[in-house]
């Protein structure tokens, strides 16, 4: 066990072998995203990343803790992949409806397999800490959404920005149980309409 | 063996216990909903119910059998409740909107759990017979939204159903993850903006 610890704790620097750790946290993010957190076991992850169990807890402490981690990765790359999405536009509705767009070409992917935070939160426990990584995401989409329906002069930013979040997770949803290609742009679609209707003013045509 | 399935087969009339299979659905609805399909094992079903695991797989043929049992069970359930909802109203615009109405009721129940269909399929294999039940459900629904959409008046009522299908799905998903129990109202709002697009004629004020 000694020697595990100290497999994640002292990297090699001259070595170009991925760390324990890393090789853990690529392990779960393909098959946590691809067959679901419940469904895949901790020996297939430490199988297919090739260490040893006692790696498992002494890197994450659980697997509810890898879910975690894994879940952190998700975060990261959806945020940078909106954040690369907003700006290549100049107006805040652009950036709105580009959010569809990215959303979209995710679902073109074959490996989409539906909302990560979707899938692995809807069977956990409510004091499960899979859901303080969902909260944390879900919370950072929505400001996104709230500051981009502000700059667009939305009457109401929240409540934009509520309506095109369901929209998003909708169209997550028809992609994943409907294999509808489509979803995204049809989300796109009603998200113009929600974003004019919003910032239209009184007595603009 | 031989008992178990004489349980299921032949029924006493004269009897007021629920039949092996009704107590077996029973316990699969309330666990499944309440937990998950992967985070409940057949023992803690077939010890809810009552019955010895020889009546689950001659009832059922297997978990995902008594899955897509529930999964019915819940359409059943689905339906029943929109049908009535839908009967409240005299105009397709009303009725559409209290499809919102109702899975705000729906949201507001301390037992509200998502959408059974989600959680049971995004983890599942894409040649599970789960996709199949989940398949069926989405397929009323969304006949339902085109329709009422196609008697709303809607210039494309396929593309106005789909955008009302998007907001459903992702109110429950709100009320899932973020425990938002105004989502079926949020949704209703946007759903009654993306009505009045849709079925406002051109030159309609």
């Not at 170009?16 to 067959?35: G, W």
């Not at 920005?161 to 979803?183: E, K």
Request: aromatic letters at 6%; a negative charge.
């Amino acid at each position: 066990m000694a020697s595990e610890i100290s497999e994640i704790t002292e990297e090699d620097p001259t070595s170009d072998r991925p760390s324990a750790r890393a090789r853990l946290l690529a392990a779960a993010n393909e098959l946590f995203y691809q067959e679901g957190v419940n469904t895949v076991g901790i020996d297939r992850v430490i199988e297919r990343a090739g260490v040893a169990k006692a790696t498992l807890y002494s890197a994450y402490g659980s697997k509810e803790g890898l879910i975690r981690a894994y879940l952190a990765v998700r975060h990261d790359a959806r945020r940078h992949h909106l954040t690369e999405a907003v700006a290549r536009h100049d107006t805040p509705r652009e950036q709105l409806l580009d959010i569809f767009d990215s959303l979209g070409e995710s679902i073109s992917k074959p490996t989409y397999h539906g909302c990560a935070f979707v899938n692995a939160t809807v069977e956990a426990r409510p004091d499960s800490p899979i859901f303080e990584a969902t909260d944390e995401y879900r919370a950072w989409m929505r400001a996104l959404f709230v500051d981009l329906a502000t700059a667009a002069g939305a009457a109401d930013p929240d409540e934009l920005a509520c309506h095109l979040n369901l929209l998003y997770d909708g169209a997550g949803i028809a992609a994943r149980l409907d294999r509808a290609q489509t979803a995204a742009t049809a989300a796109r679609a009603a998200a113009a309409v929600l974003i004019d209707a919003a910032t239209a003013g009184p007595g603009t045509p």
